[in-house]
Structure formats: structure tokens, C-alpha cells
């Protein structure tokens, strides 16, 4: 298993490994509800879920993005495009849009209805590994096996904030509720709590 996530509805869980299932759990008693294949796609490295609950958003080893429709448990969208694994997966706040990013530093940004390839671009000089959306949706942030965390403007593509100080590759992000706050984890063997409007790192946790 390479990634867990509650549900929206807080009574279940979805749960995506190498074996390329994708399982809806009860958390009550562990029974499993659904368990989606992901087929010739290969394991599933993230997992992302839609705040309403309807969709799912897996990134794969072959490169391949899925969205799932989890109201009628079936595949909405195989998006291909990334030439190397996926290694962070993100919904938007609005369920709209995810980004996926790859081994190779390469961001994509899709939407989730249509399958559509709204942006593409080379974000990272080494692997994208933690992806979050802020609560307006037109900003993401990534981490990276290059050191930094950065802020995209996804309307215009740009970086509008780098946040440095890990030294080791950022495997995960965190948005506190109000936005204002952005903790990472990271192989160096901590996590740091930063600024979000500043840029600069409040807290190292070691």
C-alpha cells in the first residue's frame, strides 16, 4: 500500500498500492466496498479524492493519470502524457481540475470532466513528490527532490514563491485549513512549518 485517504463522508477509506488495486474500505470493520483495477496502468504511487466524494484521481508507474467516477465505480478518464512514474497527484478545491507531477520534474494540470490537458511544464530540476492546492484553486504548490517547495500561479504558469531550507527531497505538503500556514515533510528527517504570505519557515520539527 503506497497511499491512504478518508473519504469525505468520514466512514470510508481509499487505499491504492502496487498491486494496481485501488480499494474502498468501511472504516468501521475493514470491509471492502469496491475494489477498482487500474489494469495495464501499473501500481498506484497517489492517490487524490474530490471534496464532494465523487471522484478519484490516481497516479500511476506507467506515467498514465486516472480519474474515477466513485458514484458509479468506473474509469471517467486514462490521461497519458507524463513520460516517467507519477509521483504527486492534487484535486482542486472545486473537484474542477487535478495536477499530477512526475519523476522527471514535469507538473500537468487536467480537467477532471473532459480529460482535457489544460497546462504542462517543467517545474522541478528533479522529482515532484507532495502536491496541494490552496483554497482559491488558482495557486498549487510542489515539492521537490531538487530541495524546494514551490508556489505556481496555474493561470499564468508562473512561480510566485519558493520556499527553501530542506536538505532533502520534500515527499509531502500539507495546507493548514485558514491557508496561511504550509507544513512539509521531507527525507532529511524533518518536518518545517512556513509562512505561506512570507515564505519563511516558522517551526522545524526534527
Known amino acids: 500500500a503506497r497511499t491512504a485517504l478518508y473519504m469525505p463522508d468520514g466512514v470510508s477509506a481509499l487505499t491504492g498500492g502496487d498491486d494496481g488495486e485501488i480499494v474502498l474500505r468501511k472504516l468501521a470493520d475493514g470491509a471492502v466496498l469496491h475494489v477498482f483495477?487500474?489494469?495495464?496502468n501499473g501500481g498506484v504511487n497517489k492517490l487524490a479524492i474530490s471534496p464532494d466524494g465523487k471522484r478519484a484521481v490516481s497516479g500511476h508507474d506507467t506515467g498514465n493519470v486516472i480519474v474515477w467516477d466513485l458514484v458509479n465505480n468506473s474509469v471517467l478518464h486514462v490521461l497519458t502524457g507524463h513520460d516517467w512514474s507519477v509521483?504527486?497527484?492534487?484535486?482542486?478545491?472545486?473537484?474542477?481540475?487535478?495536477?499530477?507531477g512526475s519523476i522527471d520534474g514535469t507538473l500537468k494540470l487536467w480537467d477532471i470532466e473532459s480529460g482535457k490537458l489544460l497546462?504542462?511544464?517543467?517545474?522541478?530540476?528533479?522529482?515532484?513528490?507532495?502536491?496541494?492546492?490552496?483554497?482559491?484553486?488558482?495557486?498549487?504548490?510542489?515539492?521537490?527532490?531538487?530541495?524546494?517547495?514551490?508556489?505556481?500561479?496555474?493561470?499564468?504558469?508562473?512561480?510566485?514563491?519558493?520556499?527553501?531550507?530542506?536538505?532533502?527531497?520534500?515527499?509531502?505538503?500539507?495546507?493548514?485549513?485558514?491557508?496561511?500556514?504550509?507544513?512539509?515533510?521531507?527525507?532529511?528527517?524533518?518536518?518545517?512549518?512556513?509562512?505561506?504570505?512570507?515564505?519563511?519557515?516558522?517551526?522545524?520539527?526534527?
Open 87 to 100: 509521483s504527486a497527484v492534487a484535486v482542486s478545491p472545486d473537484g474542477r481540475q487535478a495536477l499530477s
Open 119 to 206: 497546462r504542462s511544464w517543467h517545474g522541478h530540476e528533479q522529482g515532484t513528490y507532495g502536491a496541494a492546492f490552496t483554497a482559491d484553486g488558482h495557486h498549487v504548490i510542489t515539492g521537490s527532490g531538487d530541495l524546494t517547495i514551490k508556489v505556481w500561479d496555474l493561470d499564468s504558469g508562473r512561480e510566485v514563491r519558493r520556499f527553501e531550507g530542506h536538505e532533502g527531497t520534500v515527499y509531502t505538503l500539507a495546507l493548514s485549513a485558514d491557508g496561511k500556514r504550509l507544513l512539509s515533510g521531507s527525507l532529511d528527517g524533518t518536518a518545517r512549518l512556513w509562512d505561506m504570505e512570507t515564505g519563511n519557515q516558522i517551526a522545524m520539527f526534527d
Open 37 to 40: 483495477q487500474a489494469g495495464q
